[in-house]
């Protein structure tokens, strides 16, 4: 049974870089084909899909936050991270890690999400 777990601060200040890892269990971040995202839903919208890191490392971004966001991994911990530099209130949002497959559109495994605030 695969299983992801969001980590990270819950409140960052604006300007500031929005860092969250998702620990992966049960199953390799390397192993092909799967492909590990990024989503997020601010309050009262729906879900955004924010970048994604393949098996083999390669990564793609949201047309929308590409200029802002970053998503690497540490392969030794089974992990895979997201950084999002110069945050502002509208950047506050539950924050969700998935799984899905590469040049695939659905998740069949989630995180239970985490709240993220940006605010003074």
């Known amino acids: 049974q695969v299983q992801l777990q969001e980590s990270g601060p819950g409140l960052v200040k604006p300007s500031q870089t929005l860092s969250l890892t998702c620990t992966v269990s049960?199953?390799?971040?390397?192993?092909?084909?799967?492909?590990w995202s990024w989503i997020r839903q601010p309050p009262g919208k729906g879900l955004e899909w924010l970048g994604v890191i393949n098996f083999d490392g390669t990564t793609g971004y949201s047309p929308s936050l590409k200029s802002r966001t970053s998503i690497s991994r540490d392969t030794i911990k089974n992990q895979f991270s997201l950084h999002i530099t110069s945050v502002t209130p509208d950047d506050t949002a539950v924050y969700y890690c998935?799984?899905?497959?590469?040049?695939?559109?659905?998740?069949?495994?989630w995180g239970q999400g985490i709240q993220v605030t940006v605010s003074s």
């Open positions: 998935a799984r899905g497959e590469v040049a695939g559109d659905e998740f069949d495994y």
């Open positions: 049960g199953g390799s971040i390397t192993t092909s084909y799967f492909a």
